[in-house]
């Protein structure tokens, strides 16, 4: 307490009393939270409006709208078109292959006989994922609709699919995918259910229970007649997966998916439209035009090469002048002709836009080499840049396989199991059996070596130290199958030794100072 205080706690002991409230206040005030980040005092944050709500509030009801400008980024601004087929084509690239792993252990299983078995599951799957027949529509396979899916998930937020039954001829399996883009996931009729939230039903505990899916999409312009289905999300008796949705929640509570680019639309827009401005601008100051003014009229109209009224823009407006490549006008009396230098290329243009791409791809978690395709880096940087981007790939490629090929190849499987083309005892009554059939792994493509001569030779290293396994590098490097690999090159060596053999079945020795193939 300094004088001033003391002396008015001699005189007013009430007035010093509140004074010493008022600055203990202003102490909390002034610390942690507060005084920072939570500031209503600074001017910095004065200015910073802001607004929080439920996932639903913040997510769910902005949702059309982030869609349809993701989609129209995807469609009209390169650098947006880049991100998701750079996300699509690492993550998936030409589809995430199924490798069997049956736990022989738990089957009680020779580890000979497991080999086997996955051999014949994946010639099985291999024969209803490789035909367009797994598609209700009967267009893609079953790895170009993994692609499909996941683009639609970038674009939309998310993507749902069904899961229904249909006969075909000559395949032995009736499973079918049915994917359904976000849209069509909707409340009927926009009723107000605080149950059912875009279209996902949800029971008093959380559970989601059923999907509702417009039978019409809500921005096509067909006159096809408005209703909904209510899809349950398991079947009632059998427990059967009816529908996938596949989704990436950020927020607890939340039911509907967020693109991947909502965070960044604003940045992709604007500079899509700085892009489009700099290059209007470049091409109008390569029209370099010559405006001829003469004291008196002229009848004559413009020489050189014109724009002719069939090939104008707008030809309508008689007090436009539309400029061609090495134009030569001539003016009429009393109009004068100003210079107007755009001052293009821009030199500015390429640092400005590499500083907003490195805050895109911050956010996307691509990072810019990658996002621009540009690698004039050091090998370090530009390694580091891709392992980074690696982990993001990664990350998306486990949370596919989990959430869409998995349950997809577990219902093809009991169906198979159900049909007797693959023996699986107690697949149906014991989970744990069921879990040790169904065990696999996806693979995608490799992510490429930038030094094949280094990167091998760590891989060498790693195996040789127990750090990791040949058919794990093998995955790795190059995307391929150990076993495959091996059963492969002993065919290629068998065949080698027999063409290196005469016709009593010994092999030719080598005559020293003679090339392969002379006598």
Request: net charge negative; glycine share 8%; charged share 25%.
């Amino acid at each position: 307490m300094n004088i001033f205080d003391r002396a008015v706690a001699a005189v007013f002991p009430q007035t010093a009393v509140k004074r010493a409230a008022a600055r203990r206040k202003l102490e909390i005030l002034d610390s942690g939270y507060s005084n920072y980040g939570a500031s209503h005092t600074k001017k910095g944050m004065i200015g910073w409006t802001y607004g929080g709500g439920s996932a639903k509030e913040d997510i769910q009801e902005n949702l059309s709208t982030l869609r349809q400008r993701c989609r129209d980024l995807y469609m009209g601004v390169p650098l947006a078109t880049g991100a998701l087929k750079t996300c699509r084509t690492n993550v998936v690239g030409s589809g995430l292959k199924l490798k069997s792993q049956v736990d022989y252990e738990v089957l009680g299983m020779t580890e000979e006989a497991a080999r086997e078995l996955e051999s014949k599951i994946e010639r099985e799957f291999a024969l209803w994922a490789d035909s367009p027949a797994c598609d209700l529509e009967r267009l893609d396979n079953f790895y170009e609709l993994q692609q499909l899916a996941f683009l639609n998930w970038l674009m939309s937020g998310d993507v749902i699919a069904t899961l229904p039954i249909t006969t075909r001829v000559n395949m032995p399996y009736d499973l079918r995918i049915c994917l359904i883009e976000a849209d069509r996931l909707s409340n009927p009729n926009g009723t107000l259910d605080p149950h059912i939230v875009g279209g996902v039903e949800t029971n008093d505990a959380g559970e989601v229970v059923a999907y509702h899916i417009s039978k019409h999409h809500p921005l096509s312009y067909d006159m096809t007649e408005r209703g909904w289905t209510r899809v349950e999300a398991w079947g009632e008796k059998t427990g059967r997966r009816n529908v996938i949705h596949i989704m990436n929640r950020e927020r607890i509570g939340q039911r509907r998916g967020v693109p991947f680019l909502a965070p960044v639309i604003e940045a992709l827009k604007q500079l899509g439209r700085y892009t489009e401005a700099e290059l209007v601008a470049a091409v109008v100051s390569g029209l370099f035009a010559i405006f001829i003014e003469k004291e008196s009229a002229s009848s004559d109209g413009g020489f050189g090469e014109v724009v002719s009224s069939e090939d104008q823009v707008d030809a309508g407006d008689e007090n436009s002048i539309e400029l061609a490549p090495g134009l030569i006008m001539d003016l009429n009396e009393g109009e004068k002709a100003h210079d107007v230098n755009p001052g293009r290329p821009n030199t500015a243009f390429d640092g400005f836009v590499v500083a907003i791409c490195r805050q895109i791809g911050a956010a996307l978690e691509i990072p810019y080499e990658l996002l621009v395709k540009n690698f004039n880096a050091s090998y370090s940087a530009s390694r580091g840049a891709l392992l980074e981007a690696w982990k993001m790939f990664k990350m998306y490629r486990t949370w596919l396989a989990n959430d869409f090929c998995q349950p997809i190849y577990e219902e093809w499987f009991a169906e198979a199991v159900a049909k007797g083309r693959i023996p699986a005892p107690g697949f149906f009554s014991d989970p744990i059996r069921r879990k040790a059939f169904t065990g696999a792994e996806w693979n995608g493509p490799a992510q490429g070596l930038l030094n094949p001569v280094q990167e091998v030779t760590a891989a060498e290293k790693r195996v040789q130290n127990g750090f990791s396994t040949r058919g794990r590098e093998a995955m790795e490097m190059n995307g391929s199958d150990y076993d495959r690999n091996i059963a492969q090159l002993k065919r290629e060596e068998k065949a080698l030794r027999e063409v290196k053999q005469d016709g009593t079945g010994t092999e030719k020795p080598e005559i020293p100072g003679t090339e392969q193939g002379e006598q």
